[in-house]
């Protein structure tokens, strides 16, 4: 059971280059979410999506872009990379059950450096 | 706006002692209560989670937490720690919507 899987684990990118995280989960969870994680800031919400089909933003959107045309899978896209953008970045994916009280699962996450 | 405050940055305890981790929160409505464990390089993983019922909640690894209505907080506890505890813990809450706000997360260290 993979669970969820993050690609890459880590990157490097030039200021300006554009590049997709991937993320893909075998467990046919409706609910996923990409988060970014920075020191002494917790987890910040990016995107989500509640179904195939079906995304929205979260707290910090700018910058990002997403979608989800199957359930497995959540790439996440940088347009433009830039240095602020240098973060861990993980996936997460849950049951969208009504009241929202099932636990989140996480990737393992990719760690990105924008020079 | 929801929010979480793990007022503590680190905590620090002996081997075999109790260890407490602290939590409270801001939501409207009733609120789901989680904590998460980080260990390093590493994604989250659920340890447990409040939804409703018994205010003392049983997780994973003998840790448990204690959800206090009146003071809206909800900490994590453990009787006895062990060395293999120490890790970064990370609170969040999530209201009916399924919004989630996580803390800013606490480093537990545990000293043999």
């Known amino acids: 059971n993979a669970g969820v899987t993050q690609t890459p684990k880590f990157q490097v990118l030039k200021t300006g280059q554009s590049m997709t995280l991937q993320c893909a989960q075998d467990?046919?969870?409706?609910?996923m979410s990409w988060y970014r994680q920075d020191p002494g800031m917790g987890l910040r919400l990016i995107h989500y999506?509640?179904?195939?089909?079906?995304?929205d933003q979260g707290e910090v959107p700018n910058g990002y872009n997403v979608s989800r045309s199957t359930t497995e899978d959540f790439p996440l896209r940088l347009l433009s990379a830039a240095p602020s953008q240098t973060s861990v970045y993980f996936c997460?994916?849950?049951?969208?059950?009504?009241?929202?009280?099932?636990?989140?699962?996480f990737g393992q996450g990719t760690r990105l450096t924008v020079v | 706006a929801q929010s979480v405050a793990q007022p503590e940055d680190q905590v620090n305890v002996a081997e075999g002692n109790p260890l407490t981790v602290k939590c409270t929160y801001s939501?409207?409505?009733?609120?789901?209560l989680f904590w998460y464990v980080q260990y390093p390089n590493r994604g989250l993983q659920f340890l447990l989670k409040?939804?409703?019922?018994?205010?003392l909640v049983k997780g994973s690894y003998g840790f448990e937490a204690e959800f206090n209505k009146s003071q809206t907080s909800f900490h994590l506890k453990k009787p006895s720690a062990l060395v293999s505890d120490s890790a970064l813990y990370f609170c969040?809450?999530?209201?009916?919507?399924?919004?989630?706000?996580f803390g800013d997360g606490t480093t537990l260290t545990v000293k043999p």
């Open positions: 997460a994916s849950r049951v969208n059950r009504v009241g929202g009280n099932t636990e989140a699962f």
């Open positions: 467990m046919n969870h409706e609910y």
């Open positions: 999506s509640v179904g195939a089909g079906i995304t």
């Open positions: 939501v409207s409505g009733n609120p789901y």
């Open positions: 409040y939804i409703t019922g018994d205010n």
């Open positions: 969040a809450v999530r209201d009916y919507a399924g919004k989630s706000t």
